[in-house]
Nanobody, 123 residues
């Protein structure tokens, strides 16, 4: 089992930045691809970004490219999501997830999920 705990969400204004963190425990963190997803009210949970086990490969949803940056620190068992130039449409609950397979954007392949952290962007 892998336990994931997100933090860093909050209420910000449009144009502001936030950094989300996700702390992992339970298994060897570097064995897992890590991803961030988000879910807005009334919408499906969608892919945001993913990072490979070593951190050398990343993947982003098109709407986040250039604004969001995913990174990881395997020594600290933590994955981060730096979010810049936030927009009201970025308002959602953000979840981190762990996948024992190769880097993927597919929600169904992720094995473990955190409880989520709320990000609210006001206009």
């Amino acid at each position: 089992q892998v336990q994931l705990v997100e933090s860093g969400g909050g209420l910000v204004q449009a144009g502001d930045s936030l950094r989300l963190s996700c702390a992992a425990s339970g298994r060897t963190f570097s064995d897992y691809t890590m991803g961030w997803f988000r879910q807005a009210p009334g919408k499906e949970r969608e892919f945001v970004a993913a990072i490979s086990r070593t951190g050398r490969t990343t993947s982003y949803a098109d709407s986040m490219k250039g604004r969001f940056t995913i990174s990881r620190d395997n020594a600290k068992n933590t994955v981060y999501l730096q979010m810049n130039s936030l927009k009201p449409e970025d308002t959602a609950v953000y979840y981190c997830a762990a996948d024992s397979a190769r880097i993927t954007t597919k929600r169904a392949t992720y094995d473990y999920w955190g409880q989520g952290t709320q990000v609210t962007v006001s206009s």
